[in-house]
């Protein structure tokens, strides 16, 4: 009853953090909805844990075998594919001998309507950044300016300090907790998050410069 009482109390800081509350980013739908409440919004917010924790670990070992043991992509993918078909090879031979059936392996295709979506589909993301990328330099929307410029220069200080399989891996574990923490503690985090939104553009309009002063009028 008590574990019921927590979780009640969840659900009605979580609706009326929703209902009265501007959230991170602008989010307007529920966590889960916004990460397109499919199988990839399961795993990051740890509906499924079997498989977000496999993922996890899986991850976590690759970074290890390639950062600690230095091992190589190239040998790593040839001594994978070399166990796999030798346990299949194996597999395949000695069922007989064992009474058990043969594995039986799908017929996997990509057909090329599938193709032509996939095409399609990074040819739009694609163009959306160039055109994004050209309207914020043609434009004087400073705010989007100014963090598009910081968060480069916010990458370009964390990959000084990572190898680049280290900071993958750092984002892989950021994008895999993060959704849910934030679920989590949903009020606090964006009670946070307007503060310093607010407390930002505040300094930013102090700045003595024309175009912010008339993007302040605007």
């Known amino acids: 009853m008590g574990d019921q009482a927590v979780q009640d109390n969840i659900v009605a800081v979580a609706e009326q953090s929703v209902s009265g509350r501007r959230h991170l980013f602008g989010r307007r739908k529920p966590l889960h909805d916004a990460l397109g409440s499919g199988k990839a919004a399961d795993i990051l917010l740890w509906r499924q844990k079997q498989m977000s924790g496999a993922i996890f670990v899986s991850a976590t070992v690759i970074w290890l075998l390639f950062e600690w043991i230095d091992y190589h992509l190239l040998p790593f993918l040839c001594h994978f594919l070399i166990l796999a078909l030798a346990i299949l090879f194996l597999w395949s031979n000695l069922s007989s001998f064992v009474n058990k059936s043969p594995p039986k392996f799908p017929d996997i295709r990509l057909s090329r309507e599938m193709c032509e979506c996939i095409a399609i589909l990074l040819e739009d993301q694609i163009n959306e950044g160039c055109l994004y990328l050209r309207d914020?330099?043609?434009?004087?929307?400073?705010?989007?300016?100014?963090?598009?410029?910081?968060?480069?220069?916010?990458?370009?200080?964390?990959?000084?300090?990572?190898e680049f399989l280290t900071l993958v891996y750092i984002l892989f574990v950021v994008l895999l907790t993060a959704p849910l923490l934030y679920e989590r503690n949903e009020s606090l985090v964006d009670a946070y998050g307007e503060k310093a939104g607010n407390e930002i553009m505040e300094a930013l309009h102090k700045l003595p410069l024309p175009f912010l002063k008339n993007n302040k009028q605007h």
């Open 136 to 162: 914020m330099t043609t434009r004087r929307d400073i705010k989007s300016f100014l963090s598009v410029i910081f968060t480069l220069w916010l990458v370009s200080v964390i990959g000084g300090c990572f």
